[in-house]
């Protein structure tokens, strides 16, 4: 068993996802840590595969886990698996959880079978369900929770200008009174608005409620006598190209898989906490703030929103405690959690 801890990264298979992957391998400190891959089906990651055995990969404990988020059936039979391993001394406690996985769908719109929107199933819901159920498995005294964010979570950042996504006032505020539109997808719903821009927003509004994650899970860590320790904040990786785009039409795909690619690396080299980065870029971001070597950050790094290297003001509506609240008490409504499944005191 590796001393050091446990690295569970979920969407592993991605494009931002192997390209963190790809860093924790080649640095020895990094690959001494034990390695929870998960993926939506292993069976089919050999992306991943081919990064973990390639030439610039070192010894590295891990495995590549089955994890389908939007199934929260799914996501507490792998929960449970983790937490029996790590109360067995088979595997370290998790030093670190990052939650990368998303789903984006421009022009269409699907739904789980417990019908919510997947773009919010995917990105949020079954996210939030698994930290809490790991939390029990968490490093107590150095574990640090990394919400994967994106500039489309506030409607004011003038990053979402170029695509016009916001600019109706119909658009510019995200959450009301309750989580149901987000979650059911009857806002901006395809029917209601059928362009890419549709389903941007609704990506939006999936990391909306992420990053209203992070203060408020941070808030009732803090209140916690037994894992107060723990820290929660969240980084914007920039717009990369990645596989995430593959559900839009054929100008955006072809944009974002045959042209952004290169162009990505010349933006990067101008502007390196520009709007547009290179995959390299994000994963070396993501990696520092996962452990505690940006001096920007402190010792304990808490509630803090990053983009890139850099601190950034997370939403308006993410600072709002009353709705952070409602999101809270509408997601143990919809995930069933019960008090059994999670050790944070303050979890209802």
Known sequence: MSGKGTILLTGANGGIGLAVVRKLVSQPDLAAYHGLYAVRDASSAERLRSVLGGPTAGPHPHDILSLDLTRLDDVRKVAASINARVAAGEIPAIRVL??????????????????????????????????????????????????????????????????????????????????????????????????????????????????????????????????????????????????????????????????????????????????????????RDIITAAFDSNPTLGERPKALYLNGEELREMAAEARDPRKREILWKDTVKYTGLDKNETILANWA
């Open 98 to 283: 990052i939650l990368n996985a998303a789903y984006l769908e421009f022009d269409q719109q699907t739904w789980t079978p417990e019908g919510f929107d997947t773009s919010f199933a995917a990105s949020y819901l079954g996210h939030w369900l698994l930290t809490l159920l790991l939390l029990q498995s968490m490093d107590k005294d150095r574990g640090r929770i990394l919400v994967i964010g994106s500039s489309a979570h506030d409607t004011q950042d003038s990053r979402n200008n170029a695509g016009a996504q916001y600019v109706e006032k119909k658009w510019q505020t995200i959450f009301h009174d309750s989580t149901e539109p987000i979650a059911k997808g009857t806002w901006s719903s395809t029917k209601e608005d059928p362009s890419f821009r549709g389903g941007y927003r609704r990506y939006g509004a999936a990391k909306l409620c992420q990053v209203m994650m992070i203060p408020e899970l941070q808030r009732r860590i803090d209140a916690d006598p037994v894992l107060s320790g723990i820290s929660v904040l969240g980084i914007d990786p920039g717009s990369t190209p990645t596989y995430l785009v593959r559900r839009g039409d054929w100008r955006i795909t072809g944009l974002w898989t045959y042209i952004m690619p290169w162009l990505v690396v010349i933006l990067t080299w101008l502007w390196p906490n520009g709007t547009n980065r290179t995959v390299t870029k994000s994963a």
